[in-house]
Nanobody
Framework: QVQLVESGGGLVQPGGSLRLSCAAS????????MSWYRQPPGKERELVAA?????????NYKDSVKGRFTISRDNAKNTLYLQMNDLRPEDTAVYYC???????WGRGTQVTVSS
């Protein structure tokens, strides 16, 4: 069955960096468009970044993370990444990866940005 497992979250100071990973299995990862979403405390889940299938040549980002976050994929490793730089307190959230073709979600990883 489809499995998505996020990792790499944690506590980081403002201005710091984290790299999230999402290990995928049970489906043709390279053929799926993939996305990162996040859900801040007390708020709705929101799209952070998305990447197209296969070569991942097309990406798009939430305005507030443009220039700070980078989504990428390694199809050989069936893994999706989110490099997050210059983190801000407002980036605090549970981060989820999603397979856009199947609609499947991971269970999320907590990112907390605080001094």
């Amino acid at each position: 069955q489809v499995q998505l497992v996020e990792s790499g979250g944690g506590l980081v100071q403002p201005g710091g960096s984290l790299r999230l990973s999402c290990a995928a299995s049970g489906f043709a990862f390279s053929l799926n468009a993939m996305s990162w979403y996040r859900q801040p405390p007390g708020k709705e889940r929101e799209l952070v970044a998305a990447i197209s299938a296969t070569g991942g040549g097309n990406t798009n980002y939430k305005d507030s993370v443009k220039g700070r976050f980078t989504i990428s994929r390694d199809n050989a490793k069936n893994t999706l990444y989110l490099q997050m730089n210059d983190l801000r307190p407002e980036d605090t959230a549970v981060y989820y990866c999603k397979s856009e073709n199947s609609g499947s979600w991971g269970r999320g990883t907590q990112v907390t940005v605080s001094s």
